[in-house]
């Protein structure tokens, strides 16, 4: 079967899964991992490394990821790569068949993790056919579907990408986050995983006590902040004031999380304004960087094409305003925050040095800093692993 590219072209021969955007464009390939179909917003990725902990951040609710890199599956899936228990991406799109893993740690492979979860993937792709469609025209709704005796209903898929009403004010976050408060050093996951040792403890009265709200958290935000020498306490995305404060937090962890920022209007928001006021330290990432923003009176707005990535530059300003600093970040986000909306009291200390789009804050009058970008990695650099030891530092 010829590589497909975006187009109208009649189903070719073998082709086991497509993907049909609300355009009307239709992509052939070959189907993977479950049978079935997904609507969400077709997004790229350019990370090298880090499928499954791609596929399991619960940032990606609502999106179906193309890869740029080509080779997508050759490590296979293992039980640690994991940023949540269930991947939350609905689907997969890449270039070359997953092939068998050749990794030491692989237990299955990623058609089989796939499957396993329900999550749809599409190879065979153009993909960088299909990213430049995204560079071009923004990041599209679209239908992922598999079947194995290829047989699709291209009317209803299209029906169903156009129906679809977009991330734009669509709240995902209550939805992907725990229903129950939990601690973390108490589940099988601690400090950041070693070869041969697995995750680290993070139990011990005498560390600062870090109360995270989890917006649709991944595990490794938990890891690095045990690693940094806090004990964490998770809580869900729709927690009280009166709840986190009754768990007596030393600092306040506001997590990612899928959609739309300024969707989750009446729980998030109110609550974060009341805990600045109590003038405890607070961290900030991703969604939680726009949650602050959105918090202290800034705007959020939705990007065209989105940062999704594992090597993205930005630039860290000093409170002096003169002393500049270069990290290389993991991003993944769709929304920005407004720097022309921010505040006085709230300072910029990064840009993406690829658009010059806000990537974090730090506010004047209250311990409280964000950032838009993922300093814990998995997948991607650890340059930024000094935001962790300053929160935690900051605590007493
Ligand atoms: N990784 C995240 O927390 C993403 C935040 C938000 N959902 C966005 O797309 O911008």
């Known amino acids: 079967m010829a590589d497909a590219k975006p187009s109208h072209a009649p189903k070719p021969e073998g082709a086991t899964g497509v993907l049909v955007l609300a355009s009307g464009e239709v ?41 740029t890199f080509p080779h997508i599956g050759n490590v296979g899936a293992n039980p640690d790569d994991i940023e949540a ?34 999550r749809i993937g599409l190879s065979g792709i153009d993909t960088r056919a299909l990213t430049r469609r995204i560079r071009a025209g923004g990041a599209p709704n679209g239908v992922i579907a598999h079947s194995v005796a290829g047989e699709f209903d291209l009317d209803a898929l299209l029906e169903m990408a156009r129906a679809w009403p977009g991330l734009e004010g669509m709240d995902l976050a209550k939805s992907v986050s725990t229903e129950t408060h939990y601690a973390w050093g108490q589940t099988r ?11 680290g403890g993070g139990e011990g009265d005498e560390r600062p006590h870090v109360v995270a709200i989890d917006y649709g958290s991944k595990h490794n935000i938990f890891r690095n902040l045990v690693h940094a020498g806090a004990k964490v306490s998770v809580l869900p995305a729709t927690a009280t004031f009166d709840e986190v404060m009754a768990l007596q937090p030393n600092g306040i962890f506001l997590s990612n999380g899928p959609g739309d ?4 209007g009446e729980y998030a928001v109110p609550v974060i304004r009341q805990l600045l006021e109590t003038n405890k330290p607070l961290f900030g990432i991703c969604l939680g960087h726009q949650l602050l923003a959105l918090a202290v009176g800034a705007r959020t707005t939705k990007m065209f094409q989105g940062h999704r990535g594992a090597n993205h530059p930005v630039k860290r300003v000093g409170a002096d305003g003169a002393t500049e600093q270069v990290e290389i970040t993991s991003m993944n986000h769709g929304f920005a925050v407004e720097r022309d909306s921010l505040p006085a009291n709230a300072r910029e200390t990064h840009v993406s040095l690829f658009d010059g789009s806000n990537a974090g804050l730090e506010l004047t009058d209250r311990p409280a800093f964000s ?26």
């Open 27 to 67: 992509v052939w390939g070959r189907g993977f991992g479950a049978e079935g179909q997904a609507v969400g917003e077709v997004c790229f990725h350019t990370a090298m490394t880090g499928y499954q902990e791609i596929m399991t951040d619960p940032s990606f609710a609502g999106q179906i990821i193309t890869f």
């Open 85 to 118: 228990y269930a991947p939350h991406a609905l689907g997969m799109i890449v270039r070359e068949d997953v092939t068998a893993p050749s990794n030491f740690r692989a237990v299955e492979n990623l058609d089989g993790w796939m499957r396993r979860h329900a």
């Open 189 to 199: 996951e601690g400090g950041p995983w070693r070869l041969g040792f697995g995750y």
């Open 261 to 264: 920022p300024a969707a989750t």
């Open 371 to 396: 950032v838009q970008y993922h300093p814990e990695a998995s997948p991607g650099p650890q340059d930024s692993f000094y935001l962790f030891e300053r929160f935690v530092g900051s605590l007493r």
